[in-house]
């Protein structure tokens, strides 16, 4: 992080680019992430695998560098016999791998993934856990109080799919120090959990930890009308880094329907973006370097978008 600014002041000067999918780039690679811990596991068993991968994102041009604890949870680890203290250790890592691939150059958002992430069967795309906002904010904590002690510049509280979930995540984090940035996955309009967008952003309206609110892990087709209703409803800066526009069918255990968000389409959907609010701007599941350096060339060329650089 740049020592004479903020993540929310870099918000404030400009648009910030995202990295891309970091599981597709680790399949890139070669790595297997059939494991229920997803990528997390190679934080493990293969953390130069990850640090690789970030450092892919880095040199297309991401300027915010998303860690690979989405799926990493105190839980998970317990499945595979890793205690508290070591998994607080792999959170740790999580994010000093990402520091180390940006070489100085780059944010680093720490990835705070849904209480559906860590039961590795799609139901973060469903929210309704049958889970009090109590209990899911119990489960939360932890995990950002470790993350937290590793001191990203931001903590990606993202792929939310319920405005429960949301306030659970956001009473986790209160008092960390650390900024938030909160995206919901949506469809067709409302989030996962089938709540109006209006009401699941309001969830982040008046907090000021909370830098920037938005959308991730979706359908780009419709993401510039869930930024503008964010903004309307939060008066904050979004986010936004969606799917490539194939859709996760869970049961299968694989992508479906053809991309809509890679190279050739990410210079007008990101004008799309900005000119909705979007000042955090990227790729989620399926977006690769090539879509990236596509993106941060859209900004460079003229008429585009300057960047604020971390």
């Not at 680790?26 to 997803?38: F, I, K, R, T, V």
């Not at 991730?216 to 969606?242: D, H």
Request: proline share 5%; net charge negative.
């Amino acid at each position: 992080m740049a020592p004479d600014r903020t993540f929310a002041r870099a918000l404030a000067d400009g648009v910030l680019l995202l990295d891309g999918g970091l599981s597709n780039e680790l399949e890139a690679q070669g790595c297997d992430l059939s494991d229920a811990l997803w990528s997390a596991r190679l934080l493990a068993d293969a953390p130069d695998r990850i640090e690789a991968a970030h450092a892919a994102y880095a040199r297309a041009g991401a300027q915010v560098l998303i860690t690979a604890g989405y799926q990493a949870t105190f839980e998970g680890f317990a499945r595979r016999g890793i205690g508290r203290a070591a998994t607080a250790a792999l959170l740790g890592r999580s994010v000093s791998l990402a520091r180390a691939a940006g070489r100085g150059r780059a944010w680093v958002a720490a990835s705070v993934g849904p209480y559906g992430a860590m039961l590795a069967d799609g139901s973060e795309y469903r929210g309704r856990y049958g889970l009090s906002v109590r209990e899911l904010e119990a489960f939360h904590r932890p995990r950002v109080e470790a993350l937290a002690a590793a001191e990203p510049d931001v903590l990606a509280l993202e792929t939310v799919p319920d405005a429960d979930e949301a306030e659970a995540l956001l009473r986790a984090v209160a008092g960390c120090g650390v900024p938030v940035w909160l995206s919901y996955t949506v469809a067709d309009g409302r989030t996962r959990a089938g709540q109006e967008q209006a009401d699941a952003f309001a969830v982040a309206a008046g907090n000021d930890q909370v830098v920037a609110v938005g959308v991730n892990c979706c359908n780009p087709a419709g993401a510039a009308e869930a930024l503008a209703v964010a903004a309307e409803v939060t008066g904050k800066p979004g986010v936004v880094y969606p799917n490539s526009g194939e859709r996760w069918d869970a049961g299968a255990g694989a992508w479906r329907g053809a991309a809509a968000f890679g190279p050739a389409e990410a210079p007008g959907l990101a004008a799309a973006w900005v000119a909705a609010g979007a000042r955090l701007v990227g790729g989620c599941c399926r977006v690769g370097p090539g879509t990236i350096a596509a993106l941060e060339a859209g900004f460079r060329a003229p008429g585009g978008r300057s960047t604020g650089r971390g």
